[in-house]
């Protein structure tokens, strides 16, 4: 087998999550999902491709311009893939297919066929089937097959509950594959702590942290690098990545690889000359109280929303002891004072996308289950603008972590990149 065709995972894997799916899907339905297209970036060059999650956790195919079809039919099951046809011209000019021939052995379908026949073999496809599975929107070109096909159904299901359920909790493959993103994260995030200097620019830091992760063999980002020297690290998805670090300022790097198309999501913020100031640290050691409890508090039976209540009282009591929020802690909580410094939530979802699918309940409260992974990523955000006293103005402060929910508590799967005080500045020293 080619290894542009490879994933990670063994194919039986796919082919077990179709069969789920199978299992949930009505007697004499269909159940469709197209795969991603290529994005053109300027004339004459595109985005890299990245292939859609949903299709991916189905197929395990990497390539744009598909789809997948399960067929149920009076208890027979059909998988059926549309592909891009080979093409010799074509593929000398941009790269590899699988092609149809070699599509069912590879990718442990039953049936394979060009995606340029999708609207006839479609129409062809539906006999008695009632019930179509359908995401619509999710790929528009698929959108726009699925119409020319004017194929009339009594039902139309959404799928992404369905999916999002099965991709929120991970199997023991895909959590060693977590497992493997979340430290090669953390390795990145060691190594430019290292390498972080006064005058160096954003992007030198971002290109070293690519680098990093492309040794260990992630090839992409699984997000857009964060490098936010000083007040920068006050917008929250700062991504401009284009000026000199400062002697003296903090700088927030929130990034993480994809690996084997799962992502790694961490945050460390570290002074750019390797010494925090007594000022940083009074507010630095907020944000890691608050972490390290919340880490504590997202176990079986918890919920980001409860971990999120101590977050801000300890979040609360904190500011309010250094003088930058004034009055009672619980009337201050009541009246949500805090979202002036922490706008965003306490963590999301994480896996095959940054934030990833699963329903997370009613304002986050959904309770923790062994196997899913999420975030957890308090920070605190003192901008210029902000009524506050004068040496505390420019501060932004977040620290994220990966955790896996286990059976008895959690494990932290990006806990190689250093966040005490400390030990952040002895790494530093030492370089
Ligand atoms: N890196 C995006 C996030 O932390 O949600
Ligand atoms: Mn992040
Ligand atoms: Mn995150």
């Known amino acids: ?57 189905l197929t395990g195919f990497n390539e744009p311009n598909s789809a997948l079809l399960l067929r149920k039919q009076q208890g027979e099951q059909q998988a059926i893939m549309f592909v891009r046809p080979s093409d010799k011209l074509l593929e000398i000019w941009n790269g590899r297919r699988l092609g149809v021939d070699n599509a069912p052995q590879t990718l442990l379908v039953d ?80 190594k430019v702590m290292q390498q972080t200097r006064p005058n160096r620019l954003e992007y030198e830091v971002e290109s070293d942290i690519l680098h990093e992760f492309n040794r260990f063999g992630a090839r ?63 507010i630095y050691e907020i944000v890691l109280q608050a972490q390290k409890r919340a880490i504590e508090l997202l176990v079986p ?21 250094l003088g930058i929020l004034k009055g009672d802690v619980d009337e201050l909580i009541e009246q949500k004072a805090y979202r002036e410094f922490y706008m965003h939530g306490l963590g ?14 009613e304002n986050r409260d959904r309770t923790l289950e062994p196997g899913m992974v999420l975030t957890v990523e308090p920070g605190l955000y003192l901008s210029k603008e902000a009524d506050i006293p004068e040496q505390y103005k420019g501060i932004g402060i977040r620290i994220e972590d990966n955790l896996l929910i286990t059976d008895y508590g959690n494990k932290n799967l990006t806990s190689a990149a250093p966040k005490e005080i400390a030990d952040i500045e002895k790494l530093m020293a030492d370089a």
């Open 301 to 321: 039976g918890g919920s980001i929303a409860k971990a999120n209540e101590e977050v801000i009282r300890i979040k609360t009591e904190g500011l309010v002891r």
């Open 1 to 57: 087998m080619d290894l542009a065709y490879m994933a990670a995972l063994p194919m039986e894997e796919f082919a077990q999550r179709r069969a789920k799916v199978f299992e949930l899907m009505q007697e004499d339905s269909l159940f469709l999902v197209f795969s991603d297209i290529e994005r053109r970036r300027n004339d004459g060059c595109d985005y890299p491709f990245r292939q859609d999650s949903y299709f991916w956790y």
């Open 111 to 190: 049936t394979a066929y060009a995606i340029d026949e999708f609207v006839p073999q479609f129409k062809n496809l539906v006999q008695k089937q009632t019930a179509l599975y359908y995401a619509p929107k999710q790929q528009p070109w698929g959108d726009a097959l699925l119409e020319q096909s004017a194929v009339e159904f009594l039902s139309v299901f959404n799928w992404k509950p369905m999916l999002g359920e099965m991709r929120l909790f991970k199997s023991e493959n895909e959590i060693a594959l977590m497992q493997q993103a979340g430290q090669i994260s953390a390795l990145a995030h060691i």
């Open 220 to 282: 992409y980002p699984s997000y857009n690098s964060i490098i936010a020297g000083g007040e920068n690290a006050c917008i929250l998805h700062y991504s401009e990545n284009d000026m000199p670090l400062r002697d003296g300022d903090l700088v927030l790097i929130d990034a993480g690889c994809e690996f084997a198309m799962y992502a790694g999501d961490i945050t460390r913020t570290f002074p750019v000359n390797g010494q925090f100031t007594e000022v940083q640290k009074a």
């Open 348 to 361: 999301h979802w994480l896996g095959l996308d940054v934030h990833d699918v699963g329903e997370y309940g």
